[in-house]
Antibody, heavy 119, light 113 residues
Framework: QVQLVQSGSELKKPGASVKVSCRASGYTFIDYPMNWVRQAPGQGLEWMGW????????TYAQGFTGRFVFSLDTSVNTAYLQINGLKAEDTAVYYCVRDPSGWYYFDDWGQGTLVTVSS | DIVMTQSPDSLAVSLGERATINCKSSQNILLKSNNKNYLAWYQQKAGQPPKLLIYWASTRESGVPDRLSGSGSGTDFTLTISSLQAEDVAIYYCQQYYRAPFTFGPGTKVNIK
């Protein structure tokens, strides 16, 4: 079965960087794009963008350009989200999400990674 | 961007009773060429990631109980739980995938009365 397993919680200071990993299994990794979704504490869901797992080409939603970087290591079926120059408002749970249909509704979710930014 | 709103913010329903959640999009999300509404519903239980319930506004995901159903078209949509069960306690989100950025509603919290 499809599994998306994310790295563990992170506590970072403002200005630092963090890299969240999402290891995929149960399907051919490069056949389906990977999306990222953010959920701030007690808040709703924000689509951050997606990465083409075949070409490595990322697409960022407005508000997630500049400091946010999507990347891949296809040798280990893993997608990454790096956030640079962390701010307190980046504190959130970050989900990797697979969209097998290609229509951008989201079937398969990682368990989420809590990133806490605090001095 | 297409803005999604939901009502109510929360509701409490007795076990076995009907729960109705409304979702409204700021723009039409029905594509006339294929007659499909680009609307999905998710359920999120405490401490868990969201789970896809319904897509194309009314198509139930495999394994989703048939007491959950989606309806609506254009800009106005509804998720109905026909007979609330204890395991339905969760936050429910609608999402449009008509146009990027793909946006979610703010969520509706469902509890047992």
């Amino acid at each position: 079965q499809v599994q998306l397993v994310q790295s563990g919680s992170e506590l970072k200071k403002p200005g630092a960087s963090v890299k969240v990993s999402c290891r995929a299994s149960g399907y051919t990794f490069i056949d389906y794009p990977m999306n990222w979704v953010r959920q701030a504490p007690g808040q709703g869901l924000e689509w951050m963008g997606w990465i083409n797992t075949n070409t490595g080409n990322p697409t960022y939603a407005q508000g997630f350009t500049g400091r946010f970087v999507f990347s891949l290591d296809t040798s280990v079926n893993t997608a990454y989200l790096q956030i640079n120059g962390l701010k307190a408002e980046d504190t959130a749970v970050y989900y990797c999400v697979r969209d097998p249909s290609g229509w951008y509704y989201f079937d398969d979710w990682g368990q989420g990674t809590l990133v806490t930014v605090s001095s | 961007d297409i803005v999604m709103t939901q009502s109510p913010d929360s509701l409490a329903v007795s076990l076995g009773e009907r729960a109705t959640i409304n979702c409204k999009s700021s723009q039409n999300i029905l594509l006339k060429s294929n007659n499909k509404n680009y609307l999905a519903w998710y359920q999120q239980k405490a401490g868990q990631p969201p789970k896809l319930l319904i897509y194309w506004a009314s198509t139930r995901e495999s394994g989703v109980p048939d007491r959950l159903s989606g309806s609506g078209s254009g800009t106005d949509f509804t998720l109905t739980i026909s007979s609330l069960q204890a395991e339905d306690v969760a936050i429910y989100y609608c999402q449009q995938y008509y146009r990027a950025p793909f946006t979610f509603g703010p969520g509706t919290k469902v509890n047992i009365k």
